[in-house]
Every structure is written in C-alpha cells, then in structure tokens.
C-alpha cells in the first residue's frame, strides 16, 4: 500500500485536516489550491474512502480521515525531525523551531538574535503566559513559569531563570485589614493572585500545601499584580527584585511570615527523547548565554 501513496498527500490531507480549509493550508504550504485538492482527493481514490466531508460552508474530518490523521501526525513529525537532524551536518544550523512563550523583552532580545545568527532557521513564536497544549500541538520548546514542583508532563523541563519572591502589601491595605502573622491569616485577607497562569488561585510556600487565599482580582500579568498591590487591592506575591525599589521607598511592605513563598521559575520543555533535537539544543544553549548577558543580576 505504501508504495501507491506519496508523501506530499499524507502532507496535504494533514495540513487541510488541521486547518479545516484547502486555501488556508496551501497557504501555509505555500503551494497553488489546486494542488492541494488534488492531493487529497489522489489520497481519498488510492484508500477508496473519504477523509474530509466537504460542504459549501464546512468541512468536517470523517472516522477514517481522523484514525489516518491522528495515525500519521507523530510519524511526519518524526520524519521532520530526522531530517532536520540529517541536515545539521551540513555548515549551518536550519530548520523550523516552533516555540510558545511568555512576551517578556529580553526573550524577544534573545530570540532575534539567534535567528540572526542562524539564517536559515525558519521561527513560528507564540506568546502566551498559560500555554496548556502547546506540548500536544507540535512545538519543539515551550517557556512557560512554575511555582515548586510541576506537573508531570512527560516532558523534559529545565530551569532557565528562578526569582526568589516575596509577600507584600502597600501602607494603605495595612490600615483596613491587620497584618497577617501566619500562613492561615493570610489565607483570610484580600490577594492578588493569578487567573490561570501558575495554575490558578493557590499559593505555593516551601514545604507547605497550597494555600487557598481569597481574590477578587485574578489577573495574568506581572505588571498588573504588581500595580494592583501598590493600589492597595490585596496582598501579593512578586518576584523580589521587581519590587525591591518599592520596598525600599515605602511604597510597599514585605511581610514576614513564618515561611518563603516558592520562587517564580521560568522552565524550558521539551520532548522527552533521549536526546533534544539540534535546534533546540542550540537555541537553550544561546538562551543560557543570552541570560548571562542580559539579566545577570536576575540570575
């Protein structure tokens, strides 16, 4: 059987299959419409079967199209890899690296310049803070943050950047609520905490359970947490160094507690092989070096 099928229609039938559309996956394979059609349709005739019910307004995957897509996802990816892995021994590092991360500017400093000393690598960059497939969608590395101990993936994680974080509150919310003496009184006053990212609402103290604490403003974003508690909206944990100048003016508070929150982490993972794709190899390589260069009083 396989030798009656070629692999540009295997590539077609996928492409169309994850973007529901025969223009969009052209587009994205960078081939005429037509073509791409025919492929599939050249598949559908050699199995004798529909992969794709097609209509004037939708597509939708048939049994058989989602069995062959979910069946031939892992083996392009792996063929992908291999050749990718075959082409590095050749003068230059290339190939496409898909990456999802958080939208912080020195990544964005780190990232260009290795694409521009790699030419020929080809960079497809999602930036999310809370990124929950990305592991399950095809991207070779995923940067996302962490408090104590993650999740298991089945993915390799490495530390790229711990920040040691503390709890603090402005001068203002200390005059309406008193200042809490333990883990257990904190859980009772107002917070700031994250919507999702850090996955959700509990505080993470070392050798502690999570804390469940009561928040009326969830928020993804550093920044915003970060304003929210020198608004006087709720005590909150931060990175140290991002609020250290704040500290240090009086504009926030650090509250001693009879334990440290888990430090804020930044990890890298990816694919649990034996061995990490060249590229990625490459890239936290160039990330580790970056971060010296950048942030070396974050380090």
């Given at each position: 059987m396989i030798e009656k099928i070629e692999?540009?229609w295997l590539?077609s039938?996928?492409?169309?299959y994850?973007?529901?559309?025969f223009?969009?996956a052209?587009?994205?394979l960078?081939?005429?419409?037509?073509n791409?059609?025919?492929?599939?349709?050249?598949?559908e005739?050699?199995?004798?079967?529909r992969?794709?019910e097609r209509?004037?307004?939708?597509?939708?995957?048939?049994?058989a199209?989602k069995?062959?897509?979910q069946?031939?996802?892992?083996?392009t990816h792996?063929?992908?890899?291999?050749l990718?892995?075959v082409s590095?021994?050749?003068?230059?590092l290339?190939?496409h690296l898909?990456?999802?991360?958080?939208d912080?500017?020195?990544?964005a400093?780190?990232?260009?310049?290795f694409?521009l000393r790699?030419?020929?690598?080809?960079?497809?960059?999602?930036t999310q803070l809370?990124?929950?497939?990305?592991?399950?969608e095809g991207?070779?590395?995923?940067?996302?943050?962490?408090r104590?101990?993650?999740?298991d993936?089945g993915?390799?994680?490495?530390e790229?950047?711990r920040w040691p974080?503390?709890v603090v509150a402005?001068?203002?919310l200390l005059?309406?609520?008193?200042?809490?003496?333990?883990l257990?009184?904190?859980s009772?006053a107002?917070?700031v905490?994250s919507?999702?990212v850090?996955?959700g609402?509990?505080?993470?103290?070392?050798?502690e359970?999570?804390?469940?604490?009561q928040s009326g403003?969830?928020v993804?974003?550093?920044?915003?947490a970060k304003?929210?508690a020198l608004?006087?909206?709720?005590?909150?944990?931060l990175?140290t160094?991002?609020?250290?100048?704040d500290?240090?003016?009086g504009?926030?508070i650090k509250?001693?507690?009879?334990?440290?929150?888990e430090?804020?982490?930044?990890?890298?993972l990816y694919s649990?092989?034996k061995?990490?794709?060249a590229?990625?190899k490459?890239?936290?390589?160039?990330?580790?070096?970056?971060?010296?260069?950048?942030?070396?009083d974050?380090n």
């Amino acid at each position: 059987m396989i030798e009656k099928i070629e692999l540009q229609w295997l590539l077609s039938f996928q492409t169309v299959y994850e973007q529901l559309s025969f223009k969009q996956a052209a587009k994205q394979l960078q081939v005429p419409t037509s073509n791409v059609s025919r492929h599939v349709a050249l598949l559908e005739q050699q199995l004798n079967l529909r992969l794709l019910e097609r209509t004037t307004r939708k597509m939708i995957p048939t049994a058989a199209g989602k069995q062959l897509y979910q069946s031939i996802m892992p083996l392009t990816h792996t063929m992908n890899d291999v050749l990718e892995e075959v082409s590095l021994y050749g003068d230059s590092l290339a190939g496409h690296l898909k990456i999802i991360m958080p939208d912080l500017p020195f990544l964005a400093e780190i990232i260009a310049d290795f694409c521009l000393r790699h030419p020929q690598i080809q960079l497809s960059c999602d930036t999310q803070l809370n990124p929950t497939a990305g592991l399950l969608e095809g991207f070779d590395l995923v940067l996302r943050f962490g408090r104590g101990p993650l999740e298991d993936s089945g993915w390799v994680a490495r530390e790229v950047l711990r920040w040691p974080s503390c709890v603090v509150a402005a001068p203002q919310l200390l005059e309406h609520h008193p200042l809490p003496q333990s883990l257990d009184e904190l859980s009772k006053a107002p917070c700031v905490t994250s919507l999702s990212v850090l996955q959700g609402m509990p505080w993470r103290f070392k050798g502690e359970q999570p804390l469940q604490v009561q928040s009326g403003y969830k928020v993804n974003s550093g920044h915003m947490a970060k304003t929210a508690a020198l608004k006087g909206l709720g005590f909150a944990i931060l990175p140290t160094h991002a609020c250290q100048a704040d500290i240090d003016n009086g504009s926030l508070i650090k509250i001693d507690l009879n334990c440290e929150p888990e430090d804020l982490v930044l990890y890298a993972l990816y694919s649990g092989r034996k061995y990490p794709l060249a590229k990625v190899k490459a890239f936290l390589e160039h990330l580790r070096l970056g971060l010296i260069d950048l942030v070396p009083d974050e380090n």
